[in-house]
């Protein structure tokens, strides 16, 4: 009896210590990691949020910009679609009607009235022309549009009104006319040409009954020449050329004096002609 109570005491197999020893060391890490983890939590809840302008989905709106009213815009509206200033280098011009009716609205038109030439040698009526110019050559790769000074560009003269043709009899009065322009303002000369050889011959010469007039005009930068001669003689008839210069170029024109022994010599076209001058 008593050996088989001794019997059912006796000690555990050797293989159970270490198996309980795995145990409470896997207890401690479980406890460790679920520490680990509510201080973490605990972290995380204290950090302050970042603000709401700092958030990629708070992007700021953009505000679309309203356009300065251009050349030929209206303007000078505080309210509506109209802006109250013209773009730089316009200003707002309102009509003598719209004054009176006390509108405020006008139209944009350029500051400067003034011809300029540009850089490409060509003359612009105003400054806003020259830049519009300049905007459509950039638009097309070519260089932009400068201007080089106030004035039309210079440039060769050119004959606007050429001297025609004139019939008459001899003892009567008659004229050939040329009109020219250029810049600077042309000179206008007149010579004879020679039936013989072919030379020129300054005109007035000595010849009494020849006169030459010219003023400017009737545009600017454009001279008129008159060649005059009374009383009319044989010898006068012939070819005369009307020649305009200046420091760009050159530029003539001829015209022909006929001289008859009778009126009815004159061609009828030519005499309806002759009564209009």
């Not at 201080?39 to 708070?58: F, K, N, Q, T």
């Not at 309210?79 to 200003?91: D, M, Q, W």
């Not at 719209?98 to 944009?108: L, M, P, Y």
């Amino acid at each position: 009896m008593c050996g088989r109570g001794l019997a059912s005491r006796s000690p555990l197999p050797r293989t159970a210590a270490p198996h309980r020893a795995r145990l409470v060391m896997l207890r401690l890490l479980v406890l460790a990691l679920a520490l680990w983890l509510s201080v973490a939590a605990d972290r995380s809840a204290e950090r302050p949020s970042p603000p709401e302008s700092e958030s990629p989905s708070a992007a700021p709106v953009p505000v679309p910009v309203r356009r300065a009213p251009g050349l030929g815009e209206p303007c000078g509206a505080r309210k509506g679609s109209a802006a109250a200033r013209c773009a730089p280098g316009l200003e707002c011009v309102k009509s003598k009607k719209e004054k009176k009716g006390g509108s405020r609205t006008g139209v944009c038109a350029c500051k400067n009235d003034y011809e300029v030439c540009g850089s490409d040698d060509v003359s612009y009526s105003t400054t806003c022309e020259l830049k519009a110019a300049s905007l459509r050559a950039e638009s097309e790769g070519k260089s932009a549009i400068k201007t080089q000074h106030k004035g039309k560009c210079q440039r060769a003269p050119s004959i606007v009104t050429p001297p025609g043709e004139v019939w008459n009899v001899t003892g009567s009065q008659v004229f050939l006319s040329c009109e020219a322009i250029g810049v600077p303002t042309p000179v206008v000369t007149w010579k004879k040409i020679s039936s013989d050889k072919g030379n020129l011959l300054l005109l007035p010469g000595d010849q009494d009954n020849l006169a030459i007039q010219t003023r400017g005009g009737p545009e600017k930068y454009e001279v008129t020449g008159w060649v005059l001669i009374s009383p009319l003689s044989k010898e006068d008839a012939g070819s005369y050329e009307c020649h305009a210069s200046n420091g760009k170029g050159e530029a003539s024109a001829v015209g022909t004096i006929h001289v008859v022994d009778s009126i009815s010599d004159i061609p009828t076209k030519k005499m309806v002609k002759d009564d209009e001058l």
